[in-house]
């Protein structure tokens, strides 16, 4: 009988890792406070103990350095690496290896070389982080053919989607909210996996659909039980898998609904959010009664100011203004 506890996101992700490092002597945690530490969130916890200095590397503040290390031994098909950028934001000054060597490696070889890595990043803002360690950059990757993009929203998601990104042979951006590490959530403690571009329901609804990701995902869920009280049916989608994305779910839930609301922490132009509304404007025309919402931030850079960062992040109480303005 499948054994279910109740444990952290970050926990989670520290039993993805270990099984995969279990299964497969391939897979290596490569990153900064990876190891004794544990990671700066604890994802990594317990892994340099188990597994040692040659499978759990801590390496030094060079993001292109590590990155660019991961993705030589992914090619060379004899490591699957798991690289942990400890910002999002500090993708910068490692893309170039990113978007042009390991999105492009496995077409340009003709599938000859494959790229199976992982890199996990958190993103996410509300921890006065300040502008260069808060963004939620995911709109970039999700640009990028040959990179497959995933951004869990709960523990049960994150372990599910963390195994099926090590076993797949593309490269797979990982996103991981800060504010989810401490979530709890039911989890089985043996392994599985969750295929990745399956979207799943969250909530099931009948007056509007609101598509959300990541941290949003519980900002969305808490509106749909309060509207709930007024007699306001609201479905929650989330996505999961950015890259590859069940655009045939989310179609459904439109169609079905016929009003749409976008929630995303992401900057407003050229975002997740529009990429969504734009799914909605060319396959759902005809079954939309309103207009597409979105609820994002502003395009400004992220305030220090904790006053200031909240009233940037998208809040429970725009996500509603948005539902209750398109009924």
Same mark, same amino acid.
């Given at each position: @009988? !499948?054994?279910?506890?109740r &444990?952290?996101?970050?926990? !989670?992700?520290a039993e !993805?890792? #270990?099984?995969?490092?279990?299964? #497969?002597?391939?897979?290596?945690?490569?990153?900064?406070?990876?190891?004794?530490?544990?990671?700066?969130?604890?994802?990594t916890?317990?892994?340099?103990?188990?597994?040692?200095? #040659? *499978?759990v590397?801590?390496?030094?503040?060079?993001?292109?350095?590590?990155?660019?290390t991961?993705?030589?031994?992914?090619?060379?098909?004899?490591? *699957? /690496?798991?690289?942990?950028? @400890?910002?999002?934001d500090?993708?910068?000054?490692?893309?170039d290896?990113?978007?042009?060597?390991?999105?492009k @490696?496995r077409?340009?070889?003709?599938?000859k070389?494959?790229?199976?890595?992982v890199? *996990?990043?958190p993103?996410?803002?509300?921890?006065? !982080?300040?502008a260069?360690?808060?963004q939620?950059?995911?709109?970039?990757?999700?640009?990028? =053919?040959?990179?497959?993009v995933?951004m869990?929203?709960?523990?049960?998601?994150v372990?599910?989607l963390?195994?099926?990104?090590?076993e797949?042979?593309?490269?797979?951006?990982?996103?991981?909210?800060?504010g989810?590490?401490?979530?709890?959530?039911? %989890?089985?403690?043996?392994?599985?996996?969750? /295929? $990745?571009?399956?979207?799943?329901?969250?909530?099931?609804?009948?007056?509007?659909t609101?598509?959300?990701?990541?941290?949003?995902?519980h900002?969305? $869920?808490?509106?749909?039980?309060? $509207?709930?009280?007024?007699g306001?049916?609201?479905?929650?989608?989330? =996505?999961?898998?950015?890259?590859? $994305?069940?655009e045939?779910?989310? %179609?459904e839930?439109?169609?079905?609904?016929? *009003?749409l609301?976008v929630?995303?922490?992401?900057?407003?132009?050229?975002?997740?959010?529009?990429?969504?509304?734009?799914i909605?404007?060319?396959?759902?025309?005809?079954?939309?009664?309103a207009p597409?919402?979105?609820v994002t931030?502003?395009?400004? =850079? &992220?305030p220090?100011? /904790?006053?200031?960062?909240?009233?940037? &992040?998208?809040?429970?109480?725009?996500?509603?203004?948005?539902?209750?303005?398109i009924?």
């Amino acid at each position: @009988m !499948a054994v279910v506890r109740r &444990i952290s996101f970050a926990k !989670a992700i520290a039993e !993805a890792l #270990d099984y995969e490092m279990a299964k #497969d002597k391939r897979v290596v945690v490569i990153g900064e406070d990876v190891g004794k530490y544990g990671g700066i969130y604890g994802a990594t916890a317990g892994l340099y103990e188990k597994y040692g200095e #040659d *499978r759990v590397v801590d390496t030094p503040i060079a993001e292109s350095g590590f990155i660019g290390t991961a993705i030589g031994a992914a090619a060379t098909g004899l490591l *699957r /690496p798991v690289a942990e950028l @400890m910002f999002i934001d500090f993708f910068g000054v490692t893309m170039d290896q990113i978007y042009n060597q390991a999105a492009k @490696m496995r077409y340009m070889f003709g599938g000859k070389a494959k790229v199976s890595m992982v890199i *996990r990043t958190p993103c996410g803002a509300g921890f006065s !982080a300040a502008a260069q360690h808060s963004q939620s950059l995911h709109a970039i990757f999700t640009h990028v =053919p040959g990179l497959k993009v995933v951004m869990p929203s709960t523990p049960y998601d994150v372990k599910g989607l963390l195994i099926s990104s090590i076993e797949d042979d593309d490269p797979v951006i990982f996103i991981e909210h800060k504010g989810l590490y401490a979530l709890e959530g039911e %989890v089985p403690e043996e392994p599985y996996s969750i /295929p $990745l571009g399956e979207a799943d329901v969250k909530r099931e609804g009948r007056d509007v659909t609101i598509v959300a990701t990541a941290a949003m995902v519980h900002k969305s $869920l808490d509106v749909a039980n309060k $509207l709930e009280k007024d007699g306001i049916s609201v479905e929650v989608v989330d =996505p999961r898998s950015l890259v590859p $994305l069940d655009e045939d779910l989310i %179609v459904e839930s439109i169609k079905k609904t016929g *009003r749409l609301v976008v929630v995303d922490e992401g900057y407003p132009r050229a975002s997740f959010a529009t990429d969504i509304a734009a799914i909605a404007a060319s396959k759902c025309f005809k079954d939309l009664k309103a207009p597409v919402k979105l609820v994002t931030p502003p395009a400004t =850079p &992220i305030p220090f100011s /904790p006053a200031l960062e909240s009233e940037w &992040i998208p809040s429970a109480e725009k996500i509603e203004k948005a539902v209750r303005e398109i009924l």
